[in-house]
């Protein structure tokens, strides 16, 4: 294969790569079908021009999926070859879990699988973003992820901002926006199996949630078995330079996370005198995500979160951010936490689109020459 | 063949072009090394064979100079008028962005291999080795669309203690030793004394007028800032009134992102329009200075030799010219001059050559000459 021609800009962080002692806090969230089959048809199971042999279907029943807060204190590459000086981030993902078969050349879906797609996330560090989006095709925006401080294990305030566009017009300036607010208040501790034993229905994502974050102090097997890493699709996508709807390069990426040496995991139910709050700022940069993602409805008027209200805009030198934007809230079902060593690895293309037909190209040239 | 792209209103690729009204740059001009430039070329300009190619990369010996420039960009719109591909609002009507710039340029000259080439493909272009922007939007457009090595960088400028005068700054994410944390910490500090006419002196008669005596230089110069709008009229359009740009742009394999599945040679054009409060400083009193501690070392070496121990971890450099002005800027005209045949792995099918090598000038007469398209 053709060498890749690296360079400062290009030292970023190379997969694969492992997160030391890393905070995880996800939050339950449950969306409608829609969501999840609009997501999957216009970005997995479409024409571009050909198919991909794969077919991505929302799983049966209710559909949940995680918006997860993640704080990497340290995280280094270890592929061989490349630098693996070590970077801290934080973020904050979307991701659902779905079913993906395999589609013969008969049209049959065969070989169902589950898999988790991660729509959009945002994170802190540009080095981590780049990689993210020109490596595994990540949907990743830069962003400030301000994590309060001081507060106790089983609580947690996160703010994310980002620079954004509050009502879409020619004369519109691009700001630096309140995006989402995520408050847990301290208490609210629940035993996952009682639990359960109330919500049958989400007794399926459970199980996979435990899949998600392996097993406490052990290394998860990568493949078969209850425990195994989850396999992580992305759409990694580049616009062409001259013809805006048109990609240079589109392929379906797997990836593979999984963690270990797992401790201080925690389930938390948000009732209504322990509500966790989760808040999207509702600006038109965000609206679309929002509303076809997560299936939040528009806010009708200004809903400042109650934290905001009482503390002055906070920023970290660039300016402040403007929270004054009217909020929508999301509904958490479950939140957890847990610290845990990360690892993650990209498993292979699965499919480059056009490919096909480049293929038969240059069939067709060699027939004629 | 086409691929369609996927779009949705948070999608990060604003596509070009785009237009800056009232841009404010302050250019510092020093002397290339040549050796660094040539160099540079060779690794990112011309890869593989001469023969496979059809061109050569070289530094413009006409006009060795480095240009180092800060852009203040109050309004950044994007001035595409397609249709948009997705259902929400149209870039061009969702509001525009500011931002500030900083970047290294070079001019260097693609030569063609062949007689054809050499004379409908041999231009002169320029390249930029080091560019940083304050906003994230811009940073991973320009990596991603036009394969600029954009760096998300802290840029700060303001009027210095004397009047007229400038000052700036450049803190980027690095590592300042290996195995250290990456921490964002100050990269570049400029600071020049007042504009000229300065109550601290003349300029020696060797420095600024020395370089704009010279033809070629001047004419350098003319290349970025248009010289006061004059030179297009001038000369009837036969020297460059743009600042057309080349970069490597490459997509790389996710399961082996040593190994690239995309590579290809990307042009387009910066054009000055409206150049206004033309100012220049006395390069005597321009202080510019590099840090060249862990990984910053590695920016600075792509373009200038850096000694092994300098002090305090700082590499100064000694500008031949520095000035100031105001423009407006019309950015577009991409181009793939060059597509690099790429081995993508045994699974899938090699990308062929392909070229779109025409200079400029010659563009309108190949479309005479070249049969017509079916």
Same mark, same amino acid.
């Given at each position: ?244 709807? %048109?990609?240079? $390069? ?5 990836? /593979? @996370?999984?963690?270990?040496?797992? !401790?201080? &995991? ?81 498993? %292979?293309?699965? $499919? ?5 037909? /480049? @293929?038969?190209?240059?069939?067709? !040239?060699? &027939?004629?020459? | ?374």
């Amino acid at each position: 294969m053709t060498q890749f021609v690296s360079s400062f800009a290009t030292d970023q962080l190379v997969p694969p790569w492992v997160s030391t002692g890393c905070l995880t806090w996800s939050f339950v969230v449950e969306v409608t079908e829609a969501n999840v089959r609009n997501y999957l048809s216009k970005y997995f199971n479409g024409p571009y021009p050909d198919r991909a042999p794969y077919e991505y279907v929302p799983l049966p029943g209710p559909q949940f999926g995680l918006i997860t807060f993640a704080q990497h204190p340290s995280i280094r590459s270890c592929a061989p070859g490349q630098p693996s000086d070590p970077l801290s981030f934080s973020e904050v993902l979307w991701t659902f879990p779905v079913r993906r078969y395999d589609v013969t050349t008969d049209n049959l879906l065969i070989r169902p699988q589950i898999v988790w797609v991660q729509p959009f996330s945002f994170c802190d560090n540009a080095s981590v973003v780049f990689a993210s989006r020109e490596i595994w095709g990540a949907d990743m925006a830069i962003a400030t992820v301000e994590q309060q401080k001081g507060l106790k294990p089983d609580q947690l305030h996160i703010d994310v901002a980002i620079e954004g566009i509050r009502k879409f017009s020619p004369r519109s300036v691009s700001e630096r926006l309140g995006c989402m607010h995520i408050e847990k208040r301290p208490g609210g501790r629940v035993n996952l199996g009682s639990f359960l034993k109330e919500r049958p229905q989400m007794r399926g994502f459970a199980r996979l949630v435990q899949n998600f974050r392996g097993r406490a102090g052990k290394l998860a097997p990568r493949t078969g078995g209850p425990m195994a890493a989850p396999e992580l699709d992305n759409l990694k996508q580049f616009r062409d330079t001259c013809n805006m709807g %048109d990609a240079t $390069y589109r392929a379906i990426v797997a990836s /593979r @996370a999984w963690h270990t040496d797992v !401790s201080g &995991l925690a389930f938390y139910e948000s009732t209504d005198k322990r509500k966790i709050d989760m808040d999207i700022m509702w600006s038109d940069s965000i609206a679309e995500m929002a509303t076809t993602l997560l299936g939040v409805v528009p806010p009708q008027k200004q809903g400042l979160p109650q934290r905001h209200k009482d503390a002055a805009p906070r920023g970290d030198g660039d300016g402040p951010i403007d929270w004054n934007l009217p909020s929508a809230p999301i509904g958490v079902a479950l939140a957890f936490s847990f610290r845990s060593n990360v690892h993650f690895q990209v498993i %292979d293309t699965l $499919y480059t689109y056009g490919d096909r037909d /480049r @293929a038969a190209l240059r069939a067709t !040239s060699a &027939l004629k020459s | 063949m086409t691929i369609p792209y996927v779009q949705s209103s948070a999608s990060q690729e604003v596509p070009p072009p785009y237009y800056f009204p009232g841009v404010t740059v302050n250019a510092f001009v020093w002397e290339a090394q040549m050796d660094r430039i040539s160099a540079y070329c060779d690794r990112f300009f011309n890869l593989g064979s001469t023969k496979e190619r059809g061109f050569v990369y070289k530094p413009a010996s006409a006009w060795p100079y480095a240009m180092l420039m800060f852009m203040q960009y109050p309004m950044m719109i994007c001035s595409d008028d397609k249709e948009n591909v997705g259902s929400e609002v149209e870039y061009s009507n969702r509001g525009y962005v500011s931002q500030a710039e900083v970047f290294v340029a070079f001019p260097v000259v693609r030569y063609g291999a062949t007689a054809a080439n050499l004379v409908f493909g041999t231009a002169m272009e320029w390249a930029l080795p080091f560019i940083v922007v304050g906003n994230a939007m811009s940073a991973v457009c320009g990596r991603e669309m036009l394969g600029l090595e954009k760096l998300l960088a802290d840029i700060r400028m303001q009027e210095g203690p004397y009047p007229g005068s400038f000052v700036a700054s450049v803190h980027l994410p690095g590592w300042p030793k290996a195995g250290a944390q990456q921490r964002v910490t100050p990269f570049l500090r400029v600071s020049t004394g007042p504009e000229l006419p300065t109550y601290r002196g003349s300029p020696a008669a060797s420095s600024i007028w020395s370089l704009l005596q010279s033809r070629e230089a001047g004419w350098g110069i003319d290349e970025v800032a248009n010289f006061a709008n004059l030179l297009g009229v001038a000369t009837a359009g036969l020297a460059p009134t743009g600042m057309r740009t080349v970069s490597l742009r490459q997509i790389r394999d996710a399961r082996d992102p040593g190994k690239a599945l995309y590579q290809a040679l990307m042009s387009c054009v910066t054009r000055y329009s409206n150049v206004r409060e033309f100012r220049f400083y006395n390069e005597a009193n321009v202080d510019i200075t590099f840090s060249t501690a862990g990984s910053f070392g590695d920016i600075l070496r792509l373009f200038h030799d850096v000694p092994a121990n300098t002090p305090g971890m700082k590499h100064a450099i000694e500008p031949k010219a520095a000035f100031r002005f105001q423009a407006d800027i019309d950015f577009g005209q991409m181009l793939t001059l060059h597509t690099f045949p790429v081995d993508r792995g045994p699974r899938l099918a090699p990308v062929p050559a392909s070229s779109n090598l025409a200079a400029p000038w010659a563009r309108p007469w190949l479309g005479l000459l070249r049969p017509e398209r079916r």
